[in-house]
């Protein structure tokens, strides 16, 4: 990895650093669980809005509408016109 310093000591990475969030997302045919990943000044929220059709979603487990789990994936690249809603497992109760 690169870093490189500019004269007053602030550095510049190839590495993009951002905080992982657990969600839940519901899709027309699927419920999915995984991870997106956010930068650390920005929100959930801000991620979604993007001009970019695909979310990147790590960890994924999809299920079917019973609650079957259908598939685990390290990554899945979600068409985010396919997204009904998403909730930050931190907001969900048990």
């Known amino acids: 990895m690169k ?5 007053k ?3 510049f990475t190839d590495a993009i650093s951002k905080t992982p ?11 999915i ?15 979604l809005d993007k001009a970019t059709q695909f979310l ?5 487990e999809i ?4 609650g079957h789990l259908l598939q685990k994936s390290h990554f899945l690249a979600l068409n985010c016109n396919h997204i009904i809603w998403v909730i930050p497992d931190e907001d969900t109760e048990e």
């Open 56 to 60: 990147a979603v790590t960890d994924a």
């Open 21 to 31: 969030v657990p969600v839940t997302i519901q899709t027309v045919a699927q419920r």
């Open 3 to 7: 870093i490189e310093y500019d004269d």
């Open 33 to 47: 669980r995984g991870i997106v990943h956010v930068h650390p000044e920005e929100r959930l929220k801000d991620e």
């Open 63 to 66: 299920y079917d509408p019973e």
């Open 9 to 11: 000591g602030k550095f």
